[in-house]
């Protein structure tokens, strides 16, 4: 059953990732941009992105980002259900919201420390072609693509280098997916007590 819920978890998040990777480039231009603004606003970015580098530049980083959604999400509905198996005894039987929230929690945080590198090699290829509005930022790094991201990374930083930025990344993991979880809970036992009791 728990290999069932990585199966799904990591497809259902890989659908949603392709749909809205476009924004998630754009969030990333919009935060990596300083001063003077390279897009004034949304349809501004949309449109200069596409006359300057293609419609393919909407989906730079795909790759690492696919690589890393299916374990990630996989592994959070993995580990959520054996962590709540395993505090699911009776004294937290009348606790399932805190049981939910602490069981999320520890889910997204394992989750989101064996795959953050991923995320990383996506964000670093996303600002790609991007290098002119980063330079008072310091030095400017392009790569070929996911492999030499990498390597990259790897020979010039080192592996400490993969975890750059882990640490607000864990304590946002912990937070959204212990809500995430704890409000999927409330809101299915919320809907099966109506239907019991029209």
């Keep these: 059953m728990a290999g069932v819920h990585f199966l799904c978890g990591g497809l259902a998040a890989c659908s949603a990732t392709v749909a809205c990777q476009p924004l998630d480039t754009l969030r990333t231009r919009f935060a990596a941009q300083g001063e003077p603004k390279v897009y004034r606003t949304l349809r501004h970015a949309v449109v200069t992105m596409y006359r300057q580098e293609g419609a393919l530049t909407f989906y730079r980083g795909l790759t690492p980002t696919l690589v890393a959604v ?34 999320g929690s520890a889910a997204g945080v394992i989750s989101k420390t064996l795959t953050y590198p991923f ?42 280098g993969f975890f750059k930025g882990l640490s607000p990344s864990l304590l946002k993991a912990a937070v959204s997916t212990g809500l995430t979880f704890f409000w999927y809970e409330f809101f299915t036992s919320a809907i099966a007590n109506l239907k019991s009791h029209p």
């Design 119 to 160: 995320d990383l090699f996506k964000k670093r290829l996303q600002v790609g072609g991007f290098e002119q509005a980063r330079m008072h930022f310091g030095q400017v790094r392009t790569y070929r693509g996911f492999v030499d991201c990498a390597m990259r990374i790897l020979k010039e930083e080192g592996l400490r």
């Design 70 to 103: 299916f374990p990630y999400a996989g592994l959070q509905f993995f580990f959520y259900n054996i962590f709540k198996k395993l505090l699911d005894n009776d004294s937290t039987k009348s606790k399932g919201g805190l049981q939910s929230l602490l069981s």
